[in-house]
């Protein structure tokens, strides 16, 4: 079975600083994804960034890249020039993806993010 | 750009009766979801359904819940007999052939 910690329950970053949310899983597994799903006061579930464990290269959308350390089982979200839009809850998340895999999502239990104005 | 929707947004019902919760995927998806989350809490998986049969349950998914694709668009989850511990945020996803799942904006179902 796969798990998926967040340890920080809450962070806060002052507005146009860099913030960096921790996630680390725990699987057997050797084909998966991972991703930061991005949870505002509306309770959409918005998703922010995906992560094949394949690729070497860390992700990157816009102001948004992973830190994926692989060996380490690491998967770290960083936030460039934070902005008071990106106050939420952020889930990682995990996906087995072989083929045949029905493909559900394990997330760990998120950390709430506060941007400071 | 193309989303899932939910409706409603937010259900209230009885302890003892039975809820449906609709949810119209992307359209050319082909696997749906469904997950919960109790308020404060991680979100959970429920159910997974490809090619009109569930492919996998959660042990939440116990026999008070059923899933149904009726028609080419909408995706239902019931719950039969609903119980104070069923009160949760409940999302559907869907996703295609990349691995992307994309999430309703959700039902708030609260049991009195």
């Known amino acids: 079975a796969q798990t998926v910690t967040q340890s920080q329950p809450e962070m806060s970053v002052q507005e146009a600083e860099t913030v960096t949310l921790s996630c680390t899983y725990d699987?057997?597994?050797?084909?998966?994804?991972l991703f930061w799903y991005k949870q505002p006061p509306s309770r959409q579930m918005i998703l922010v960034i995906r992560?094949?464990?394949?690729?070497?290269q860390n992700a990157t959308e816009n102001r948004f890249s992973v830190n994926f350390q692989k060996a380490a089982k690491s998967f770290s979200l960083k936030i460039s020039d934070s902005q008071l839009g990106d106050t939420a809850m952020y889930f990682c998340?995990?996906?087995?993806?072989?083929?045949?895999?029905?493909?559900?999502?394990?997330f760990g239990k998120g950390i709430t993010l506060s941007v400071r104005p | 750009e193309p989303e899932v929707t939910q409706t409603p947004s937010h259900q209230v019902t009885q302890m003892g009766q039975e809820v449906i919760l609709r949810c119209v995927p992307i359209?050319?998806?082909?696997?749906f979801y469904w997950y919960r989350q109790i308020l404060g809490q991680k979100v959970e998986f429920l159910v997974s359904?490809?090619?009109?049969?569930?492919?996998?349950k959660s042990e939440i998914f116990d026999d008070q819940f059923s899933v149904e694709r009726p028609d080419g668009s909408n995706f239902t989850l019931k719950i039969r007999s609903t119980k104070l511990e069923d009160s949760a945020m409940y999302f559907c996803?869907?996703?295609?052939?990349?691995?992307?799942?994309?999430f309703g904006p959700g039902t708030r179902l609260t049991v009195t």
């Open positions: 996803a869907s996703r295609g052939l990349t691995y992307e799942q994309y």
């Open positions: 699987t057997s597994e050797s084909n998966y994804y």
């Open positions: 992560q094949e464990a394949y690729k070497q």
């Open positions: 998340a995990f996906m087995v993806t072989y083929t045949g895999a029905n493909s559900k999502l394990t």
């Open positions: 359209s050319n998806h082909l696997y």
């Open positions: 359904f490809y090619n009109n049969e569930i492919s996998e």
